[in-house]
Structures are given as C-alpha cells and as structure tokens.
C-alpha cells in the first residue's frame, strides 16, 4: 500500500469518525428539546379565538395578533442582526414595502393582503437583495447609518407618491365579518407567519447557510479567508430577513384599515424590532421572547400609568434591570449558565 492510499484511508477514517460524532450529538441534542411543546403552543393559538363563544375577547386577540406580529418581523430581523451580525435600523422599510404592495392591490382589485401576503414577502425579498447588494458593501457603523438613511428616502418617496395617496395615504374596507369574529382572519395570518418565521430560523440555523452566518458574525474576515462566500451570504440573510417583515406589513395594513406613510416609517419599528431581539436573545432561535415580554411590559405600564412619559419611562427602566442580569438575553444568558428550561432549548 503506498504512502497516498494510506493517507487517503487515514483521511476516510477521520471523516468518518467525525460523522458518527456529530451525528451522536444531534441525537443528544433531540433528546433534550421538548418536541410535544411547539405543537402544543401552535394548537393553543389556534383555538384561542374560541373563547369568543363565550364572551368578548376581541381586546385578547389583538394582543396575540399584535404579538405575533411583532415575532415574525423580530425572527426575521434575527437573520440579519442576530446571526450575520448585520444591525440593521431601516428593516421598517420591509414593513412599509409589503404592506404598500397587498394594501394597494386590495383597495382597487379586492383581493385581501392575507392571500397576498406570501407575494408580498416575495416582492420584500427581491428588494432586499438589490438593497443588500449595494448597503452591506459597508460594515458596523457605516451599515447602521445607510439603514437609516433608507428609511428616510422611503418615507420622502411615499409621502410624494400621490398615486399610492401620498402622505394621507389609502382607506381599505373593512371585512364584512361580525364585529365578534372580525379579526380571525388577521389573527390566523399573523400566527401562521409568525409560526413560519420560527421554523425557518430553527432551520437556516441549523443549516450551512446558517453556520457560514454565524461565522461573519464571529469573524467576517476568518470566514471569507475559510472559502465563505460572504458577499452572497449576506445579501441573502438580508433578502430572506426582509420577506418575513414584509409578509406581517402585508397584512397589518388590512388590519387597520388603512395605509399611511406614519404607520409603517416609524423608527420606533426597527427599534422595537431590535429592542426584542437583544431582549429575547439575539442570535438564538427564540428572540420572540423578547416580543412577548416587550408588548406585555408596555401593556401592564399603559393601564397602570397610561400612556405618558411615565409609561415609557417606566419600560425603558424595566428593560436595563433585565439586560444587567441578562447581558446576552433571557434565552442567550439562561442557556450560557445551564439554566434554560427544556422547551425552549432548541439552539
């Protein structure tokens, strides 16, 4: 046997052994998530509404739909900014673009954003590659300024743009539901958006796309020297983070019944978007913990204190106590000290 086919054999091995090992911790991996939890939560969700036989819920609903919401657009963003390590603040742009798109289509052709809504993420990932090909060209400070910059152009373009109503923007009908069932088909969109939002991320993190992402995070220099084609992965993250956040604009415009530049423009979006993503654990799978507990501070402050400074205030407070004992998150910083319980371990 000569010294290459030994070699050759001794690679096979290693390659081989490296398998088994691998795949010997993904199945102790398995064995420790939860699997019945997802299902569970997802069947609770979907037969809330059925509270409305008993009474009126529609103030319950609103908020899951509204949390729901915010959880699709926050995993989305968590593609760019929690595993590439691109913060981005101008993700709104996404939100005004998909809700523009289903909101228009919908009040001169009468077909509802809750279909157009997988279009509308289509059209969100186009945009975003074009954007992403031009914006991530820059890095760190330099990116956060031309996302913020993108929003600005985007809210001068819709507020001039009389075809699309301009700054008053467009009234959209109301469905023709009962007020007690009213909201089932936004509330149902936004669950399933949201429940699809979770799933890619498990599986883009879970993926070699996904480990290429990481490793920009970590070191986008050792990752491009290593053969990762940085530039694509990156525009793609970008292009895939904006389909998500277009889908839930998509049907958010419906839901109010209208579509006005201030709705979707607002910078607070991409604030709350990142807000819940450093909260919940950026770079995690769930970072929609961050959502749940974000909206479920503000609503507690608002009937408590109203809606003032004092609220705000208040949130805002809440927020730095919780980061200095969870500097990584609740998700990054319990999993980092051994502490996170079962069903929500699927990092």
């Known amino acids: 046997m000569t010294f290459s086919t030994q070699t050759t054999a001794a690679t096979s091995s290693v390659l081989e052994a490296r398998k088994a ?42 908020l899951v739909l509204f949390t729901a919401c915010y959880a699709a657009m926050t995993s989305g ?9 691109y913060v981005s603040l101008g993700h709104n742009v996404f939100f005004a673009i998909g809700g523009y798109f289903a909101g228009m289509i919908f009040a001169r052709y009468g077909i509802s954003t809750v279909i157009l809504a997988p279009l509308a993420g289509l059209l969100c990932a186009a945009v975003g590659y074009l954007i992403g090909s031009v914006t991530l060209k820059t890095r ?18 819709f507020d001039n743009w009389h075809y699309v109503g301009g700054a008053n923007g467009v009234a959209l009908a109301a469905n023709g539901l009962p007020v007690q069932w009213a909201k089932l088909p936004y509330y149902y969109a936004f669950i399933a958006i949201a429940a699809f939002a979770v799933w890619s991320s498990y599986k883009i993190k879970h993926s070699k796309f996904g480990l290429g992402l990481r490793a920009i995070s970590k070191d986008e220099i050792k990752a491009e020297s290593a053969g990762i084609d940085t530039r694509r992965y990156k525009v793609l ?25 201030n709705i979707f423009l607002l910078i ?22 961050g959502a749940i507990l974000l909206i479920a ?19 805002g407070a809440l927020m730095v106590l919780v980061l200095m004992f969870f500097p990584l998150g609740i998700i990054g910083t319990l999993s980092r000290h051994h502490r996170l319980p079962r069903f929500l371990n699927w990092d």
């Open 21 to 62: 090992h691998n795949a010997k911790l993904a199945a102790r991996a398995d064995r420790t998530r939860v699997t019945w939890f997802p299902p569970l939560l997802l069947a609770v969700l979907l037969l809330l509404p059925g509270l409305q036989f008993f009474g009126n819920f529609n103030y319950v609903l609103h």
């Open 77 to 85: 963003w968590n593609i760019l900014g929690g595993f590439t390590g």
């Open 140 to 157: 760190g400070p330099s990116f956060i300024i031309s996302s913020l910059a993108l929003v600005m152009i985007a809210r001068i373009l």
């Open 237 to 261: 993250a970008f292009a895939i983070s904006g389909a998500f956040v277009g889908m839930a604009g998509a049907v958010w415009g419906e839901y109010l019944t209208y579509i006005r530049p």
């Open 268 to 289: 607070l979006i991409s604030v709350n978007m990142v807000l819940m993503c450093i909260l919940g654990g950026k770079g995690t799978i769930l970072p929609v913990i």
């Open 297 to 315: 501070f503000n609503e507690v402050f608002v009937a408590t204190l109203g809606a003032s400074e004092l609220n705000i205030l208040a949130t």
